[in-house]
Nanobody
Framework: QVQLVESGGGLVQPGGSLRLACIGF????????MAWFREAPGTEREFVSA????????YYADSVKGRFTISRDNAKKMLYLEMTNVKPEDSADYYC?????????????????WGQGTQVTVSS
């Protein structure tokens, strides 16, 4: 079992950058596929990015490809999301999630553990 806590959200101007972090408390962080999802008001939680256990396989939603970078440090039990050239439509609550299957990595119901979320607002 792992407990996830996100940090790093805040207010950023369009075109700016932000780095989100997620720490995994408990055992076995390195055994989980990790992902970021986001949820804007009035919308469903959507997939942003996922990374395999070793970090060798990385996946992105088309909407963030080329702008966001996911990474992990298993020794520190940390997951990161580097957000660059952010847009107003990136505004949302961002959640990190841990799951056991890399297949169908974009399906939120396959993730077992979730953090409480961190809010990102992109506005001038």
């Amino acid at each position: 079992q792992v407990q996830l806590v996100e940090s790093g959200g805040g207010l950023v101007q369009p075109g700016g950058s932000l780095r989100l972090a997620c720490i995994g408390f408990g055992r076995g962080f390195e055994r989980y596929v990790m992902a970021w999802f986001r949820e804007a008001p009035g919308t469903e939680r959507e997939f942003v990015s996922a990374i395999s256990r070793s970090g060798s396989n990385i996946y992105y939603a088309d909407s963030v490809k080329g702008r966001f970078t996911i990474s992990r440090d298993n020794a520190k039990k940390m997951l990161y999301l580097e957000m660059t050239n952010v847009k107003p439509e990136d505004s949302a609550d961002y959640y990190c999630a841990a799951g056991v299957s890399e297949e169908n990595y974009s399906r939120r119901n396959l993730y077992n553990y979730w953090g409480q979320g961190t809010q990102v607002t992109v506005s001038s």
